[in-house]
């Protein structure tokens, strides 16, 4: 049968029926990996202040409990000189990253050069320092791996100090990037500072401790 004839007979079977050809529809699905990178969980307690505490016996009596402007907090608890305290800081596989998005841990009281967007940028004899970003309640930290993504990383001097449970810090000691050291003084608590000696910008940091 000749190419004629057989479109010849399509036709006229879908004339006969009165409908078009079935249509298979082909669907591609392709699989889309999304990595998912938990971040420190950092867990602290919150004190009375100047809350009104039912049988405290400073807090439970009206008006003698004041914080700010002389007032006293009826319901909840408050910032009004309660203050709060760091219990533990949680890194999932006790490993910290820092990629400036976020300022949880920035120390800004000690920090002083740019931050954030997803970089750092120091100058000369600047610093970014960090809160307390590792606390392992009732465990030292004796070692860690400290690891910075920078241009020039050369021109950073890293350090990384442990603190006692209590808060008490130990001396800020030198680490070599990409070098595991042992702490000379150990703690259950862990800060980080970088100083430049010259023009650098950070896109991630990594401590891994244990």
Not at 12 to 39: C, F, H, K, L, W
Not at 75 to 98: D, K, T
Not at 131 to 148: H, Q, Y
């Amino acid at each position: 049968m000749g190419l004629t004839n057989l479109g010849g007979n399509l036709q006229q079977t879908r004339d006969s029926v009165s409908s078009e050809p079935d249509e298979q529809s082909v669907y591609i699905v392709s699989a889309i990996n999304i990595g998912i990178e938990v971040g420190p969980t950092k867990i602290t307690t919150a004190g009375g202040g100047s809350a009104f505490i039912i049988g405290h016996p400073t807090n439970g009596v009206l008006g003698t409990a004041l914080g700010m402007n002389g007032k006293q907090v009826i319901i909840g608890l408050g910032g009004l000189g309660g203050g709060s305290a760091i219990q533990q800081v949680i890194n999932p596989n006790s490993r910290f990253v820092e990629r400036f998005n976020f300022d949880t841990f920035i120390d800004t009281s000690n920090t002083t050069c740019e931050y954030g967007g997803g970089s750092a940028s120091l100058t000369n004899t600047e610093i970014l320092q960090s809160e307390v970003m590792a606390f392992k309640s009732g465990t030292d930290i004796d070692k860690a791996l400290f690891r910075v993504s920078s241009d020039y990383p050369s021109r950073l001097t890293l350090q990384l100090q442990t603190l006692t449970g209590n808060g008490s810090a130990n001396p800020w000691e030198s680490f070599t990037n990409g070098t595991l050291k042992t702490f000379t003084t150990t703690g259950e608590q862990m800060k980080y500072k970088i100083t430049a000696s010259g023009t650098a910008t950070i896109n991630k940091i990594l401590i891994d401790y244990s």
